[in-house]
């Protein structure tokens, strides 16, 4: 099969034409006369030519591209919330451009520099290590919507959930079952989202008086390993508890199959609580507990943010509620 460019002469001369009038039908650029317009038209549906926007774009100063940094492209959650991204973009101009973080400040900074050497027009941050006053800067570069992040300084920029709130409701659901000594294995520390899941659970059990077992804390990577290490750290610590939160789901199907091979029941036993709410939650054994995160939303109203930024400069971040998902890994204590 023989492919063709086809050229602007190409459409000329099909619709019996100048190139100047293609060219302003193609770009919208002055009114054309309906009959030529319909005959070019017709010229580029018989040839079958697609505009090239990248062209079109670089000259008038854009890549019609947005850089998207992703943190784990693997994870189920960064991948639900580049689905809503890629979603959200079908309709526009504009093609994405992944890149993945790794978790590491200093890799999220290389593949920065990588996409701005591209010269995308706006950039979607997910997550991640880099400090608030880097990501300010960056802002007075380019265009930028943060997802998964509060920040102070680019509160109206950023997409999230109250992570606090979702981690009390939820260690607040086990406190309610009649669980006092709940463990709980935290995400990296340094990650925003982990310190105020940790900062929740904490203050949930402050306020009915259950106090703080800081041997109950074992700090994990929002790994599925780190919840197989957890539960292991805990149960050699010899500490009794009767649940456990976990800062995501992958970290709490670690826990269940370290407590599977201990012959430890859920939820007779321990009862176990994730975050996230990723598709395969619903389809363990038990079917897991968990605080559901709008992944696929907060992608999509991300990318709808920055393509208002980008067209008019006006865009709406609506706020998004995390909802507690209850299923049959939590049981009453007696």
């Not at 959930?161 to 981690?167: K, R, V």
């Not at 789901?249 to 036993?269: H, N, Q, S, T, W």
């Not at 109203?301 to 049959?328: C, F, H, N, Q, T």
Request: proline residues 4%; glycine residues 8%.
């Amino acid at each position: 099969m023989e492919f063709k460019n086809v050229t602007i002469q190409d459409i000329a001369e099909t619709a019996n034409v100048s190139k100047s009038t293609v060219s302003r039908v193609i770009n919208n650029s002055t009114p054309v006369a309906e009959k030529k317009r319909k005959a070019v038209l017709a010229a580029m549906d018989k040839l079958n030519f697609q505009p090239n926007i990248f062209a079109r774009g670089l000259a008038g100063g854009q890549s019609m591209t947005i850089g998207i940094v992703t943190q784990n492209i693997g994870s189920p959650f960064y991948d639900s919330v580049a689905q809503g991204i890629i979603s959200a973009l079908r309709d526009s101009v504009y093609a994405p451009v992944f890149v993945d973080g790794e978790w590491k400040s200093e890799v999220e900074e290389e593949v920065i520099g990588t996409l701005l050497g591209r010269h995308v027009d706006g950039l979607i941050v997910v997550g991640g290590s880099l400090s608030e006053e880097k990501l300010v800067q960056l802002s007075k570069q380019k265009p930028i919507i943060v997802v998964a992040r509060q920040l102070e300084e680019l509160s109206d920029q950023c997409v999230f959930i109250d992570n606090f709130e979702a981690a009390y409701q939820a260690t607040r659901f086990l406190i309610d079952a009649g669980h006092e000594n709940i463990a709980h294995l935290t995400g990296i520390r340094r990650h925003q989202d982990a310190t105020r899941r940790f900062k929740g659970y904490c203050q949930a059990l402050t306020d009915a008086n259950i106090e703080l077992n800081p041997d109950l804390v074992i700090e994990g990577n929002f790994s599925g390993q780190s919840g197989v290490m957890g539960v292991e750290s805990l149960l050699m610590r010899g500490h009794s508890f009767t649940a456990i939160f976990t800062a995501n789901d992958e970290m709490a199907y670690g826990a269940r199959l370290a407590l599977y091979r201990k012959g430890i029941r859920v939820p007779e036993d321990i009862s176990i609580i994730g975050f996230d709410d990723q598709p395969n939650s619903a389809f363990i054994t038990p079917p897991l507990t968990t605080v559901r995160q709008p992944a696929l939303e907060m992608g999509q109203a991300a990318a709808k943010a920055l393509v208002g930024m980008l067209a008019e400069g006006e865009y709406e971040i609506s706020p998004l509620k995390a909802d507690l998902v209850i299923r049959e890994s939590v049981s009453r204590r007696r």
